[in-house]
C-alpha cells in the first residue's frame, strides 16, 4: 500500500467517523479535549504506520484501539498511582472488549450534540461546540461562520469543554421534557453543517460530505423527534436546497444564479420529499424560522412548473422571518424579494438601513446585492465599488468570474 491510499483512507475514515470516535473517547470522562488531542495523535500513528505496514480491515477500531490508549496514558501522567489503579484498569477493560468486537463501534453523535446544547453551556458557544466535537471543524472555520472572531472563538470553545468536563454533563440524547430547550441549537448546527457544504457543485468532495452529512443528521433528529416541526422544517429547507445542486453550474463550470438555472435540472424527487416534509411541518401547528425558510425554498421550487417565481409571497414568508429574527442577512433576502416587485430603488432603501451592520462589512452576498441594484438604478460608479468588495471577498472562483463579468458589462 503506497502513502498516498493510506492518506486518503485516513481522510476518508476522519470524514465519516470523525465524530462518532469523539463521542465514544469522551463519553466516560466528559473530557472533549482529551478525546481530540487522543484521536488527533492516533491519526498521527496512522499516517505513519499504515503506509509502512496494511491499512486494517477496520480503521475506525484501529484509531479508536491508539486513541483510547493514548487517554491511558494521559490519565497515568495525570493521577497518583493510588488513585489510577481502578481507572486504568476500567479502561483497559473497555480498550480490550473493543478489540474483541471490532465491526461494531456504536454511534452516539446525537448523544453529543445535545451534551454541547446543555444549558449549563453558553449559549453563543453551543452551536460552535457541536461543530468542532461532531465534525472536527477548525475554530477558523467556525469563526467565519458565525460571524465571531478566531481568537474569541477559540477562547469560547475551550472554555465550554472545560465546562462539560468539571460539570461531568452527561453524554446521552435527553429526557422528552429537556429535548425542546436543546433542539434549537442542534437545528442551527446542523443547518451550519450544510451550509458549509453548500458551495461546492457536483456531488463529490469534502463540502458535498458535508451537505449530505447535514441532511443525514437532520433526518435523525426528525426520526427521533416525528412532532417537533422545526426539525422537519430544516429538513424540507435543505432538501429544497440540494435539489438544486446540479444546476448551479453550467457545462463548463460556470456558476449559474438561481433565477438563471434550468428548472429541468433540479432534483424532483428531492422537492417532493421536501414539500411532503414540509407539509407535515405545518400540520403540527407550530411555525418557525426553519419551516418559513423551507417556504421561501418552496416558492422558488415553484417556478418548475408555474415557470415563474411569486415574489409577494416571498415578500411576506421574509417578513414573518424578519419578526422571529434580527438578522440582517433576512433584511437583505427580503430587499431582493422587494426589487422584483417595486424595483431597485425601494430595495436599495432597505438595503441602507442595514448599511453600517458590522455584520455585513464581509459578507459576499450583501456587496454583490448591493452592486446589482446599484447597477440598475445606473449609479455605476457606486456599483463598481461593491463589485470589487464583492469579488475580493468571494472564495469560489467560479461565482468569482460570474461577478467579474458583471462589473465589466458596466463599462460596456
Known amino acids: 500500500m503506497h502513502q498516498p491510499d493510506a492518506c486518503l483512507e485516513a481522510e476518508a475514515v476522519a470524514r465519516r467517523s470523525y465524530g462518532k470516535l469523539i463521542a465514544l473517547l469522551a463519553a466516560r470522562d466528559h473530557d472533549v479535549a482529551a478525546a481530540e488531542d487522543a484521536l488527533s495523535e492516533a491519526f498521527a500513528a496512522a499516517l505513519e504506520s499504515w503506509p509502512r505496514d496494511v491499512i486494517p480491515a477496520n480503521p ?17 501522567r495525570k493521577a497518583s498511582a493510588a488513585a489510577q489503579e481502578p481507572y486504568l484498569l476500567l479502561l483497559a477493560q473497555e480498550t480490550s472488549a473493543m478489540a474483541d468486537d471490532e465491526r461494531h463501534i456504536p454511534d452516539h453523535r446525537l448523544a453529543l450534540m445535545f451534551a454541547c446544547a446543555h444549558p449549563a453551556l453558553d449559549a453563543q458557544v453551543r452551536a460552535p461546540l457541536i461543530l468542532q466535537a461532531v465534525l472536527g471543524f477548525d475554530a477558523a472555520m467556525i469563526s467565519a461562520a458565525f460571524m465571531v472572531a478566531p481568537a474569541t472563538m477559540s477562547q469560547r470553545l475551550v472554555r465550554a469543554k472545560t465546562k462539560i468536563r468539571q460539570a461531568g454533563i452527561p453524554f446521552r440524547v435527553p429526557d422528552a421534557e429537556e ?17 458549509e457544504g453548500w458551495p461546492e457543485p457536483g456531488g463529490a468532495g469534502r463540502r458535498h460530505d458535508l451537505a449530505q452529512e447535514g441532511i443525514w443528521l437532520a433526518r435523525l433528529v426528525g426520526d427521533l423527534m416525528p412532532d417537533e416541526p422545526e426539525a422537519l ?27 438563471e438555472q434550468d428548472v429541468r435540472l433540479w432534483r424532483a424527487d428531492m422537492i417532493a420529499e421536501a414539500e411532503a416534509t414540509l407539509l407535515r411541518a405545518s400540520r403540527l401547528g407550530r411555525i418557525g424560522r426553519y419551516q418559513l425558510e423551507a417556504a421561501v425554498q418552496s416558492a422558488h421550487a415553484a417556478r418548475r412548473l408555474s415557470g415563474k417565481t411569486d415574489w409577494s409571497a416571498i415578500l411576506t414568508l421574509y417578513d414573518a422571518l424578519i419578526q422571529l429574527s434580527d438578522s440582517p442577512v433576512l433584511v437583505l433576502n427580503r430587499a431582493v424579494a422587494l426589487s422584483e416587485i417595486e424595483g431597485p430603488a425601494a430595495a436599495l432603501l432597505a438595503l441602507d438601513a442595514i448599511h453600517d451592520d458590522p455584520r455585513l462589512a464581509d459578507y459576499q452576498s450583501y456587496w454583490a446585492a448591493r452592486a446589482r441594484l446599484l447597477a440598475a438604478t445606473g449609479a455605476f460608479f457606486e456599483a463598481d465599488t461593491a463589485y470589487a468588495k464583492a469579488i475580493e471577498l468571494e472564495p469560489d472562483p467560479a461565482v468569482r468570474d460570474f461577478l467579474r463579468g458583471a462589473r465589466m458589462r458596466l463599462r460596456v
Open 179 to 195: 429535548l425542546p430547550g436543546r433542539l434549537a441549537t442542534v437545528l442551527d448546527a446542523i443547518y451550519a453543517v450544510y451550509a
Open 233 to 259: 422544517g430544516l429538513l424540507a429547507l435543505m432538501l429544497h436546497a440540494e435539489a438544486r445542486r446540479n444546476a448551479r453550474r453550467d457545462g463548463s463550470g460556470a456558476y449559474v444564479p438561481l433565477a
Open 60 to 76: 475506525e477500531a484501529w484509531l479508536m484501539r491508539v486513541a483510547q490508549r493514548r487517554m491511558i496514558d494521559m490519565a497515568r
